[in-house]
């Protein structure tokens, strides 16, 4: 089946770091632009990134105010999988994290389109 495998969450305290790793299962990256989301309890999804790519060496990436500087989105297409490095997390960072599919960029806010979601990894920064 197509779909994403999230791994890489875990207890940090703030000011930690912590990767997340976003494996494609059924399905390979090809051009298609990845979007990492987060939902934390009692609150609606949000984009946190997303990465697409145009060409064999062109890529754009995108991110939410709150996590701009902090966060990096990358992708290695031989290794099939999409990663989000987090830096100097934050109590509010606090979330499930999912990544998901679509052609382009366009709505990554909210997760409008995307598909093929995966499990989640639970993130949790506490002090």
């Known amino acids: 089946q197509a779909q994403f495998v999230e791994s890489g969450g875990g207890l940090v305290q703030p000011g930690g770091s912590l990767r997340l790793s976003c494996a494609a299962s059924g399905f390979t990256l090809d051009y298609r632009a990845i979007g990492w989301f987060r939902q934390a309890p009692g609150k609606e999804r949000e984009g946190v990134s997303c990465?697409?790519?145009?060409?064999?060496?062109?890529?754009?990436?995108y991110y939410a105010d709150s996590v701009k500087g902090r966060f990096t989105i990358s992708r290695d297409n031989a290794k099939n999988t999409v990663y989000l490095q987090l830096d100097n997390l934050k109590v509010e960072d606090t979330a499930v994290y999912y990544c998901?599919?679509?052609?382009?960029?366009?709505?990554?806010?909210?997760?409008?389109?995307?598909?093929?979601w995966g499990q989640g990894t639970q993130v949790e920064v506490s002090s």
């Open positions: 998901a599919t679509r052609r382009d960029c366009t709505g990554y806010g909210t997760g409008r389109d995307f598909g093929s």
């Open positions: 990465i697409r790519q145009s060409g064999s060496y062109t890529y754009y990436t």
